[in-house]
Structures are given as structure tokens and as C-alpha cells.
């Protein structure tokens, strides 16, 4: 079974903090995913990639970006954080056709 | 614009009933619909999933049928059980090609099972 794990599990920063999110994951998946979990919006895209140095935009870009170092690392770095984008953040990775295999998320808090 | 809606923010039955859960779509390109599950305190997982060639898929105690013509779907849950209660997603993805596997979530309806 994948094994996907995020770090730090709670951050609390500043508005116009700088941020970075980090994700892993160890069984060989090609796809990762970074998601942001709010009451009454589901899980929504930020960014994916399919493989080292890879990127795509997902569907709430904005105030993001993302890096992907190796098929294991997915970071997703906030360079000047906002109060909205307080949220339950979560990675996940998956083979192309696959299901997605989800880490325990990142509660981040921007004051 | 939600793409993929699920129509309760909330629902509770009782232990031994069977909950429904219900979700529609809008985008005919989806084919394939995964419904996932999360505990509090824990990423989501996958549960069970259906693809738009199929009105119907089992496993266990759950059971997704499919609408395609009505772009409706539902997931019920038989003989709850207190263990069951959670939140649950709808998901959809559209064919394979050029779709990187990305899914499309809908809010989420959250499960309680009273015993």
C-alpha cells in the first residue's frame, strides 16, 4: 500500500509569511497532487505533477507554487501568505489510471 | 461553478438503516466516479468506485447506482453501523486521455449513524 506523509502536521504563521509544505510519498507513483480541504468546497487542486520536474495547474492556483525535486517529493510553497488561505492541506499521489492514496494533511493557519 | 454536487451537507440515521447519499454531475465527459471516505483527523480514502459503463457496483454493505442519463449517482450504505460514520466524497474524472487522472470533488456530506 502507498505510504504518503506530510510535514510540518500544523503550521501557524503570519499574513505575508513564507510557507513551504512538504509531501512524500514511497511506493513509485508517477502522480502527485496537492489539495485544499474547506467546509462546503470539497477537496479543490491547487497544483499536480506527473513526474520530477513536472508541474500543472490545478484549479485554485492562485498564491501557490509547487515544486516537484524527485518522483518521491511534492512541495507546495506559499511565498506571501494570505488569511484565506487557512485550510486542511493535503497531498496525494497515484499511478496514471489509478486510485489516489491520500496523506494525513496539513493544518495550516495564516493570522 | 460546482461541478460535481453532492445534495446533502449532512445526514444522520440510525444504526441498522440504510443511509443514501446522493451526488450529480454536470461535465458528460465524466466516465469514472470514486466515492471516498474520511475520519476526522485523517486523509481521505478510497471506498468504493463505479465507471459509466455500469449502473450498479457492490462491495460489501456499500452500493453505488448510476444514473447516466439523469447525470445522478447515489451511495448507500446498508445495515449502518456507528464505525460508518464519516464524511463522504463524490468524486468524478472524465476519460483518460489528457486528464492526468484529476479528479473532481464535490463538498463532502458528512455521516452520522446513531446507535
Not at chain 1, 524527485?70 to 488569511?83: I, M, N, V
Not at chain 2, 481521505?44 to 442519463?69: C, H, Q, W
Not at chain 2, 464505525?83 to 483518460?96: E, H, I, K, N
Request: hydrophobic fraction near 30%; charged fraction near 20%.
Amino acid at each position: 500500500e502507498a505510504a504518503v506523509t506530510q510535514s510540518p502536521r500544523n503550521k501557524v504563521t503570519v499574513t505575508g509569511g513564507n510557507v513551504t509544505l512538504s509531501c512524500r510519498q514511497t511506493n513509485s507513483h508517477n502522480y502527485m497532487y496537492w489539495y485544499r480541504q474547506d467546509t462546503g468546497h470539497g477537496l479543490r487542486l491547487i497544483h499536480y505533477s506527473y513526474g520530477a520536474g513536472n508541474l500543472q495547474i490545478g484549479d485554485v492556483p492562485d498564491g501557490y507554487k509547487a515544486t516537484r525535486t524527485t518522483q518521491e517529493d511534492f512541495f507546495l510553497l506559499l511565498e506571501l501568505a494570505s488569511p484565506s488561505q487557512t485550510s486542511l492541506y493535503f497531498c496525494a499521489s497515484s499511478d496514471a489510471a489509478a486510485e489516489q492514496f491520500f496523506g494525513p494533511g496539513t493544518r495550516l493557519t495564516v493570522l | 461553478q460546482q461541478q460535481v454536487r453532492q445534495s446533502s451537507q449532512s445526514l444522520t440515521v440510525w444504526e441498522g438503516e440504510t443511509a443514501i447519499l446522493n451526488c450529480s454531475y454536470e461535465n458528460s465527459a465524466f466516465d469514472y466516479f470514486p466515492w471516498y471516505q474520511q475520519f476526522p483527523g485523517e486523509g481521505p480514502a478510497l471506498l468504493i468506485a463505479i465507471r459509466s459503463v455500469s449502473d450498479k457496483k457492490e462491495d460489501g454493505r456499500f452500493t453505488i447506482f448510476f444514473n447516466k442519463r439523469e447525470k445522478n449517482l447515489s451511495l448507500h450504505i446498508k445495515d449502518s453501523q456507528p464505525g460508518d460514520s464519516a464524511t463522504y466524497f463524490c468524486a468524478a474524472r472524465p476519460g483518460l486521455s489528457g486528464s492526468f487522472n484529476k479528479l473532481t470533488f464535490g463538498a463532502g456530506t458528512r455521516l452520522a449513524v446513531c446507535p
